[in-house]
C-alpha cells in the first residue's frame, strides 16, 4: 500500500510511521533552500528525461496530482464545493455538464 503525500510532509517521523504500517511512503521531494539537493533534483530529473523513463513512485504520484486536479475542476466550475443534500436541487442543472466532463476523462 501506499501513502501519497506532498512535501509538506517530508517530516522523518512522518516516513518511519508508514514504513511500520508495512506501507510505502511517497512524498514529494521539495530542496526548498538545500542547493545542493536541488542540483541533484535537476540532474536526476534530466536523466529521467534522456532516458524517457519514470519510476513506479513518481507514476503513481503523477496519478494522484492527476485525480486532485479533476476533483478541483468538478468543485470550481460544477459547485461541487457547495453540494449538500439540501442543495441538490439547484445542482441539478449542472449535473449534466459534470457528466459531460467525466466522459470525456
Not at 522523518?12 to 536541488?38: C, G, V
Not at 466550475?77 to 449538500?84: K, L, N, Q, V
Request: proline share 5%.
Amino acid at each position: 500500500m501506499y501513502d501519497l503525500m506532498n512535501s509538506a510532509y517530508e517530516i522523518p517521523e512522518i516516513k518511519e510511521y508508514s514504513l511500520r504500517l508495512n506501507h510505502m511512503p511517497l512524498i514529494d521531494l521539495n530542496p526548498r533552500r538545500d542547493t545542493e539537493l536541488k542540483k541533484d533534483v535537476e540532474l536526476e530529473d534530466t536523466s529521467r528525461k534522456m532516458l524517457n523513463w519514470e519510476p513506479d513512485e513518481v507514476i503513481c504520484y503523477n496519478e494522484r496530482t492527476a485525480a486532485e486536479r479533476t476533483n478541483a475542476r468538478l468543485k470550481d466550475e460544477f459547485r461541487g464545493h457547495t453540494a449538500s443534500a439540501s442543495s441538490i436541487k439547484s445542482i441539478l442543472p449542472s449535473h449534466d455538464r459534470a457528466i459531460s466532463l467525466a466522459d470525456q476523462i
